[in-house]
Structures are given as structure tokens and as C-alpha cells.
Nanobody, 122 residues
Framework: QVQLVESGGGSVQAGGSLRLSCAASGYAYTLGWFRQAPGEEREGVAVLSRAGTTGYADSVKGRFTISRDNAKNTLYLQMNSLKPEDTAIYYC???????????????????WGQGTQVTVSS
């Protein structure tokens, strides 16, 4: 069983930065960030394994950086150069075992946080 609690969302102007945190309890080999905008499907943003393997959505490459502190069991997402299209609820997700075959697909993850709102204004 894994419990996830996100924090760090908020409102920012385009070009600004935010850092999201996800405190995890329980073991998870792969942790990730997903987002969902109104009327849209949940999409993968960035994922990271305990071994350091990463995956990023093309839309955030070069702007977002995922990291984790295994000692604190905490996942982070540093978001720079934010755009209005980054506006969404951001969710932390966890998978117990292994690197998933489709790491940016929501169905690969069995545990989810409640989400944190990120709003980017133009």
C-alpha cells in the first residue's frame, strides 16, 4: 500500500516557476507526475524509477525536471518556463514493482494522490 500527498501547487504568471512535492509512504519503484486539465484525459508528465530511469512528455522536455529523495521517500517536479497550457491538476502516482512498459500511461500506476492545482496565467 502506498499513500501519496502532493503539495506546492499554486498560481503563477507565464514564464514563472513552481516546484511540486509528493510525500510517499510505502515502497514504490516508479513514481511519476501526471496532469489533467478540464475536459482532457489524464496525461503523463514525468516519471522516475529508483534506479534513476526517467521519462518525460515531449511538451515539458527542457522545462520540467523530476527528481526524488529516496531517503525521504519524496518526489519533486521542478517546473520552469511555465506556459498557460501547463494549467491542470497535477497528480503524483506510484507503481510498486518495476519500470512500466508504458511509463507515461496512467493505467500503469496503482496509487494516486489527491492532486494539486497549477494555474499559469498569460
Amino acid at each position: 500500500q502506498v499513500q501519496l500527498v502532493e503539495s506546492g501547487g499554486g498560481s503563477v504568471q507565464a514564464g514563472g516557476s513552481l516546484r511540486l512535492s509528493c510525500a510517499a509512504s510505502g515502497y514504490a519503484y516508479t513514481l511519476g507526475w501526471f496532469r489533467q486539465a478540464p475536459g482532457e484525459e489524464r496525461e503523463g508528465v514525468a516519471v522516475l524509477s529508483r534506479a534513476g530511469t526517467t521519462g518525460y512528455a515531449d511538451s515539458v522536455k527542457g522545462r520540467f525536471t523530476i527528481s526524488r529523495d529516496n531517503a525521504k521517500n519524496t518526489l519533486y517536479l521542478q517546473m520552469n518556463s511555465l506556459k498557460p497550457e501547463d494549467t491542470a491538476i497535477y497528480y503524483c502516482a506510484a507503481r510498486n514493482l518495476g519500470w512500466p512498459p508504458q511509463p507515461l500511461r496512467a493505467y500503469e500506476y496503482g496509487y494516486w494522490g489527491q492532486g494539486t492545482q497549477v494555474t499559469v496565467s498569460s
